[in-house]
């Protein structure tokens, strides 16, 4: 069964530290794995997209990799900030638009 | 502000009622997607339309049907609906077909079914 696991599930940090996400996934066939952050209450939105050929991607603060062999990516949060609270979404694409969606990580950053 | 609207924002109804959610994607989009999220749970794939045809279908119960309009915009329809289905309900949309297109997600129909 296609399944994307994420963890942890939650995670408390103070303003200012780092932060690494983990995505595991079973998905096949893969055609590429985005991050998501979800603020409360709305919709997701895209931070980065990965296909099996690019092992790193950045936006700002936030660096997602991606190891393709073991099924495994990250997404690291540098110097966080207190509008980073929010649940962060890894999200597979099997290809035809099939997207398979992990639970997400809720992170809070507290002051 | 992603540029796809839905309407209405919130919405209440009773056990066995039917209603209709609505999309509108961003301009120039061609591809529209509803996702189901309940509470404390991940969001799940519903359907995909592309130019007003159906490309990709998810976990969509029979109860519920969908449907893409020439001006591209996008109805959900829920029909006989029970407790179970009140969840949040988005909608999102992309330019291309393919799958590596980006999706913006709409602000979402908040759901409750009494």
């Known amino acids: 069964k296609n399944q994307v696991e994420q963890s942890p599930q939650s995670l408390i940090i103070l303003e200012g530290k780092n932060c690494t996400l983990q995505?595991?996934?079973?998905?096949?066939?893969?055609?590429?794995l985005r991050w998501y952050k979800q603020d409360t209450g709305r919709g997701p939105v895209s931070l980065t997209i990965?296909?099996?050929?690019?092992n790193t991607k950045s936006n700002g603060r936030y660096t997602a990799t991606l190891d393709a062999d073991t099924k495994q990516s990250s997404l690291h949060i540098t110097a966080s900030q207190l509008s980073d609270s929010a649940s962060y979404i890894c999200v597979v694409s099997e290809g035809g638009n099939k997207l398979v969606f992990g639970a997400g990580t809720i992170l809070r950053v507290k002051s | 502000d992603s540029g796809v609207t839905q309407t209405p924002k919130h919405l209440i109804t009773a056990t066995g009622q039917r209603v209709t959610l609505r999309c509108s994607p961003r301009?120039?989009?061609?591809?529209v997607y509803w996702y189901q999220q309940s509470l404390d749970q991940g969001l799940q794939f519903l359907i995909q339309y592309y130019n007003g045809e159906e490309r990709a279908k998810g976990n969509i119960l029979e109860r519920f049907s969908a449907q893409q309009f020439p001006d591209l915009h996008s109805e959900l329809n829920l029909s006989s609906l029970e407790l179970g289905d009140s969840a949040l309900y988005f909608c999102a949309s992309s330019v291309e077909y393919s799958g590596i297109a980006t999706q913006y997600f709409g602000p979402g129909t908040r759901l409750t079914v009494l």
């Open positions: 301009s120039g989009d061609l591809s």
């Open positions: 990965m296909t099996f050929s690019e």
């Open positions: 995505c595991n996934y079973t998905v096949s066939p893969f055609s590429n």
